[in-house]
């Protein structure tokens, strides 16, 4: 399957390398492909430069943002972060359209006042917006009517994500939530090629809520396992 | 030990008959014993009046919510709802002056609105009051400065918190946090004597936000596994 990677930072690489493992192939949106190629400094979470990551794995196209979710067959997975999302995604509405659009994305605004540092002590991360009453996956849902929107990976780091066997032997459990049922029977099965067998359906859209807002819950039990920085765990529900 | 519990609710009960049950002095606080007493018919989650649940259970000395602080030796569980909590516990800080109080509520804020029944169809819960830049933990702590508040027990039903073998065989996690290591200690003693072994301290009680926080998520998974009404299982932190 031609599947669309929206972004070039360290969540998008690890959903790329793993598509690539599994025999897709692979395009990646980012704003503009000139910019991100010319960089040579790592990223401001020390991901090394995006040109390196291409060399490293060969058949990648990366293109505009736009002609990278034309190009998917179906399934596009958005790795831009949750403060822009919503904007970079409503300018390409129309390369969307009739796709499903996995979003994993925490709606963090990022306060750098001295007195809310970023991470804290305590490893608790900064705010959302929205928050409680509405959800990211919600208004990108709603600025995309005619795409599939999935919430989903979004309780995980991306390379557990990809990797759940790397926690625990993999018996832990991944969401999904969305007001598609399709959109989400094709996330599950991109689920379980990554090896998840425990993916639980939270129902509609309106769920992204509770999966957004558990990322202060994921950044406590990682400051609690003395995992400040990247969590590596993760979730059973034990019924 | 002699403990106090605060509050007539469901939740409460749980505590109470457990309490009892491993053998400890029970002291209930209520904010007008009369006319707890008084009633006759269940309360608005259905649970019988509380003259009907003292009959059934021996030993418990009913009081006002101060006498009942002031009667415990050093641990008070509050049973009182979120909307409640800081005015209630406000009122009695002196008769909580150096003991430790384990807060469990979340900061519900309900609105009976046609266009927001509760519960939802979709099982989501109502919004949160504070959320995400403060929590009802923090809030208490403030109120109460020379009492030791731990958060803890708020990821769950207080049925399975009472009773961590009823889920999955008991094998699941739960949270505790606050600003003070003996009263975290205190309460991991207590949880332990209900039957938990696998408690996870959080650190200090910002992580309270991420705790009460999690209750969307809680919600959703019992959407999710068809439990709509009191949810039935437990998250386990796989490492």
């Known amino acids: 399957m031609k599947i669309a990677v929206l972004g070039t930072g360290g969540g998008a690489r690890c959903h790329i390398a793993k598509l690539l493992e599994l025999g897709h192939e692979v395009v990646v949106g980012t704003r503009d492909p000139q910019a991100t190629l010319a960089r040579t400094e790592p990223d401001m979470m020390g991901n090394p430069p995006f040109q ?44 969307l359209t009739g796709k499903t659009l996995i979003d994993y994305a925490v709606p963090f605004v990022y306060q750098h006042e001295p007195e809310h540092p970023w991470p804290t002590p305590w490893g608790i991360m900064p ?63 991109l689920l379980k090629s990554y090896g998840w067998t425990d993916i639980l359906d939270l129902g509609p859209l309106v769920a992204a809520r509770g999966m957004e807002m558990y990322a202060h819950m994921h950044s406590a039990i990682g400051f609690g396992l003395g995992q400040q920085f990247g969590g590596h765990f993760g979730i059973k529900v034990v019924r």
């Open 127 to 189: 705010k959302l917006e929205p928050v409680d009453t509405d959800s990211l996956g919600e208004q990108i849902q709603r600025a995309l009517p005619r795409t599939r929107v999935v919430k989903s990976f979004v309780t995980q780091e991306q390379s557990t994500v990809v990797n759940p066997a790397g926690v625990g032997g993999g018996d832990h459990t991944m969401f999904v939530a969305g007001d598609h049922a399709d959109a989400k029977q094709q996330t599950a099965a």
């Open 52 to 95: 390196q990551f291409l060399a490293e794995h060969p058949g990648i196209t990366l293109l505009p943002f736009g002609e990278a979710a034309a190009a998917a067959d179906e399934l596009v997975i958005s790795g831009i972060d949750g403060h822009n999302a919503v904007a970079a995604l409503t300018v390409i509405a129309d390369q």
